[in-house]
């Protein structure tokens, strides 16, 4: 899972190659907040918000392209619900520093 750039320099950047959210709380339906995927295959898959419940899903093929089946999206919240999940990405190699330790102390 090693990409190149044009050059056939390996890319720095470390691709999320699996996903795993974990659902916190209940969300009523009619809240929103679910996850959808538009471009599953044979058909447009949602999952509902549901305390204890995890998604987990992987972002690369086998040979370590993009699979675009796994393009995601999440419903918007209505005004005053709420929806805690946490979010889980294993990558294709460890990150940078910067972007592990600096950038989010810098966002925070």
């Known amino acids: 899972l090693l990409p190149l750039n044009p050059r056939g ?3 720095a ?3 999320t190659i ?3 959210y974990c ?3 209940d969300v009523k339906d009619e809240d929103g907040g679910a996850l959808y995927f538009a ?3 044979p058909g447009a898959v949602r999952v509902r918000v549901r305390k204890g419940l995890a998604a987990i899903f992987y972002s690369a093929l086998e040979d370590g392209t993009l699979d ?3 393009a995601h999206g999440d419903a918007p919240l209505r005004s005053g619900a709420e929806a805690w ?3 889980l990405r294993v990558y294709d190699r460890p990150r940078p520093l910067a972007r592990r330790v600096i950038l989010p102390a810098v966002l925070w």
Request: proline share 0%.
């Open 9 to 11: 320099v390996e890319d």
């Open 18 to 20: 699996m996903t795993v």
């Open 68 to 70: 675009r089946t796994a």
């Open 85 to 87: 999940v946490l979010a």
């Open 39 to 41: 471009r599953a295959r």
């Open 23 to 25: 659902y916190l709380d």
């Open 13 to 15: 950047r470390a691709r």
